[in-house]
């Protein structure tokens, strides 16, 4: 596989509908008024997993970009509180910031500067690359999307 073809698939791991739902799909036509909601047997909120996905993937960006990464606390600084609500400016903007975010990662994977094997300065004696980070916050992504997507089929709230 040459260069170019491993950063399209890289990118089309984060932005391209394959194998599972993709993120514009789940969120779409979301019902405001459930955005707080906890779905039956579930400690969060939908408004929470949708944070989550956005702080994990941020912790990520950071992580790769970052000379002085420090890392969240797990499990707490990967999610908001649990009381914490948000409101349909709140909700929009956990997608605005999640779109923005991921378009920071297409972009430095499609920097041919990029080197997608380096270790990464924050990653010590595991010697973590972009290529890693980059499969790990796909299929993080996947699982939490195709979660919200089965939350909101067992709630009723598809169009």
Known sequence: MNDQELRNQLVNMLIVRQAHMDFEDAVANFPQEQINTKPANCE???????????????????????DHYTELAFPTGLWPDR???????????????????????????????????????????HRHNILREINIIASHNAYHTGELASLRGVMGLWP
């Open 44 to 66: 969060y909120t939908f408004w929470h997993l949708l944070e989550h996905l956005r702080i994990c993937q941020k912790d990520i960006l950071d992580y790769i970009i970052s």
């Open 83 to 125: 009381a914490a609500l948000t409101d349909k400016a709140g909700w929009q903007e956990t997608i605005e910031q999640f779109y923005a975010d991921r378009q920071q990662l297409v972009s430095l994977i499609n920097d041919p500067n990029t080197d997608l094997f380096a270790p990464l300065p924050n990653s010590g004696e």
